[in-house]
C-alpha cells in the first residue's frame, strides 16, 4: 500500500477567464489558438516550457511531415501550416511551400518556428502563459469549465467555455475522468521514446567519407557496440546544413512515468555521447566533432489517447478512409517504433514479444522491404480523413482534443501523429470552439458542415 497523505482543501485565486483556453503550445495546440483568436475569440494558451512548439522546437523533431499525400506531392493541408511555413521561410528558416511539397517533409529551423510562433500568436492578441504547468482541471456537471495551473506564482484558476487539450497526453481529458485508451489492445505498451540531437563539427565531409561512416556505424550497431534504431547519423532533417540532426534514438517506457522518462533521458543522452566517442576514435574527419544540442526534452510518441464517438484505426489509414465529418487529412503510414526500445539489428532482439511475426519491423528484417509495405501505408498518392468526432471526447462536455492524443488506435495514432497532421486538426478544434462560443453550444453539438466550410474558407484543405 502507498503511503498517503490528505491534502488540505484551500482557496486559489481565478488569475484569467476567456472564451478559449488552450492547454498545450506545440504542433496541435498552436493553431487551435491563433485560429480560435482569428475567429474573434479570447484564447489564453498555456505552456509549460518558456517558448511554444512542443516537440518540433523542445524535441528539435523535423521536418514537419503528413502535408502531402502518401509518397506524393499534392499537397493535402494547407491553411496555418502553409502561412506557418511561409513565414518561416521570409526568416530563412524554412523552403518555400513549393519546395516543401516536393520533399518528403518540410525541413525547417526549431529557432524560426519559436519566432514565428510568437509573432503568430501575439498578432492574434492570444494571451500567452509560458512557464505554466495545468495540472486539474475545474469540473461542475460533467462540463469542464477552467483549469488549474502551476507556476511561479502558485496555484491559480483559469476559466473557459471551452478548453482545448493540446498537452499530447491528454492530461486535460484524463483530470476531467474522461474514458481514455493507451497502446497496444493486447498488451497497452506505447510506442518507445527517442530524441533528435544535433552533431556538429564535420560539415566539410565528403559524400563518400559520410556513407563509410555511416557503415561503421551500421557494423558497430551490428555487434552490439553501438544501440541505435538505424545508423544514419548523417542525415540532415532540419533546414540547416552546418550540423547533422538524426532521429536515431530508442528507448522504451511509461511515458507517464515521471521515472521511465528521468531513465529515458539519460540513456538516450548516454547512447549519443557513445556515439560521438565512436566516431571521434574510428572515423577520420571526426576528431573534432562535437554534440551540438540534445533536444530539452526526451521525445514521446505515445501515451493517452482519448476515447471520442469515432477512433481512428489502422485500415482507416491502410485505405484512405474518407469521412463526412472529416475536418482534417493525414497521410503518413502505421509507423510505429518498438515498444520494447528493440532496436536494430532485429536478430540481437531476446524480447519474448507476443506479437513478433506481425512485428512490422521484425518482418522487415526478414523481408528486407521495411519502407515498402503497402499493407503499412495509405494509398499511393491518396490521403485519409481526420473525422471531427475523433476530437470530442466522451462523456465529458466543454473540452475538444488537438494533437496526437486524438480518439485513435495503436496503429491509428502510428500514422496521424505526425507534426503536418496535427497542425491540421489544431486548426481545426480552435475554429471548431469559436464556433462553439459564439453559438452558445457545446463543442459535441458543432455544425461540421459550417465549420468545413469555415476551414476551407480559411484555407485548409477539407
Ligand atoms: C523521436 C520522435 C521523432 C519524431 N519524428 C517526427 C518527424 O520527423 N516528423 C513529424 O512530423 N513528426 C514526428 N514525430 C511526431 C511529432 O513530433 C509529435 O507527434 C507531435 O509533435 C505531437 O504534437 P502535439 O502538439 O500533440 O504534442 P507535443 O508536440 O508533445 O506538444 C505538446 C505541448 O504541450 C505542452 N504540455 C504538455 N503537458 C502540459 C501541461 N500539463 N501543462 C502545460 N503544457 C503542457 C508541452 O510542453 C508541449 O509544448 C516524432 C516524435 C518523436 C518522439
Request: proline letters at 5%.
Amino acid at each position: 500500500m502507498a503511503r498517503m497523505i490528505t491534502e488540505p482543501a484551500r482557496e486559489i485565486p481565478i488569475v484569467a477567464e476567456a472564451d478559449v483556453v488552450v492547454a498545450g503550445g506545440g504542433p496541435g495546440g498552436l493553431p487551435a489558438a491563433i485560429a480560435a483568436a482569428r475567429h474573434g475569440a479570447s484564447v489564453i494558451l498555456i505552456e509549460r516550457y518558456g517558448f511554444l512548439g512542443g516537440l518540433a522546437t523542445a524535441g528539435l523533431v523535423a521536418p514537419i511531415l503528413g502535408h502531402t499525400t502518401s509518397r506524393g506531392t499534392r499537397p493535402i493541408v494547407e491553411g496555418l501550416l502553409k502561412e506557418f511555413t511561409e513565414r518561416m521561410h521570409t526568416l530563412g528558416g524554412a523552403p518555400t511551400w513549393e519546395e516543401a511539397c516536393q520533399e518528403w517533409g518540410i525541413r525547417f529551423d526549431a529557432e524560426a518556428f519559436k519566432y514565428v510562433a510568437d509573432e503568430m500568436v501575439r498578432e492574434a492578441n492570444v494571451q500567452l502563459l509560458l512557464h505554466t504547468l495545468v495540472t486539474d482541471v475545474i469540473v461542475e456537471g460533467g462540463r469542464v469549465k477552467g483549469l488549474i495551473i502551476e507556476n511561479k506564482g502558485g496555484r491559480q484558476a483559469v476559466l473557459g467555455k471551452v478548453i482545448i487539450d493540446a498537452t499530447g497526453d491528454a492530461d486535460v481529458a484524463f483530470r476531467a475522468s474522461a474514458p481514455m485508451r493507451q497502446g497496444r489492445d493486447f498488451d497497452g505498451r506505447v510506442q518507445s521514446m527517442g530524441s533528435f540531437f544535433h552533431l556538429g563539427g564535420v560539415s566539410d565531409l565528403s559524400e563518400q567519407r559520410r556513407a563509410e561512416a555511416v557503415e561503421k556505424v551500421r557494423r558497430a550497431m551490428e555487434e552490439g557496440e553501438l544501440r541505435f534504431y538505424n545508423p544514419n547519423f548523417a542525415n540532415v532533417n532540419t533546414i540547416r546544413h552546418g550540423f547533422f540532426s538524426p532521429n536515431m534514438t530508442r528507448w522504451a517506457g511509461n511515458p507517464l512515468s515521471a521515472r521511465d522518462l528521468t531513465r529515458a533521458e539519460m540513456e538516450v543522452r548516454r547512447e549519443v555521447w557513445r556515439l560521438l566517442r565512436f566516431l571521434q576514435e574510428n572515423v577520420p574527419g571526426f576528431e573534432r566533432a562535437y554534440i551540438h544540442s540534445t533536444s530539452p526534452q526526451v521525445g514521446v510518441r505515445e501515451s493517452r489517447q482519448i476515447v471520442g464517438d469515432y477512433t481512428l484505426t489502422g485500415d482507416d489509414v491502410r485505405h484512405g478512409r474518407k469521412f463526412e465529418d472529416a475536418v482534417a487529412r493525414g497521410s503518413w503510414w502505421i509507423d510505429i517504433h518498438c515498444p520494447f526500445g528493440l532496436t536494430y539489428p532485429v536478430h540481437l532482439c531476446t524480447i519474448e514479444c507476443p506479437r513478433r511475426e506481425k512485428c512490422p519491423f521484425w518482418a522487415a528484417e526478414h523481408d528486407k522491404s521495411m519502407f515498402h509495405r503497402e499493407d503499412l501505408y495509405p494509398p499511393e498518392d491518396d490521403w485519409y480523413d481526420i473525422p471531427y468526432r475523433c476530437l470530442v471526447p466522451q462523456k465529458i462536455e466543454g473540452v475538444l482534443v488537438s494533437g496526437r492524443c486524438i480518439s485513435a488506435t495503436h496503429e491509428g495514432m502510428a500514422g496521424a501523429r505526425v507534426m503536418g497532421t496535427c497542425m491540421a486538426i489544431g486548426q481545426a478544434a480552435g475554429t471548431a470552439a469559436s464556433l462553439a462560443v459564439r453559438q452558445g453550444i457545446q463543442p459535441r453539438a458543432v455544425d461540421v458542415a459550417e465549420l468545413r466550410r469555415t476551414l476551407r474558407g480559411d484555407g485548409a484543405l477539407v
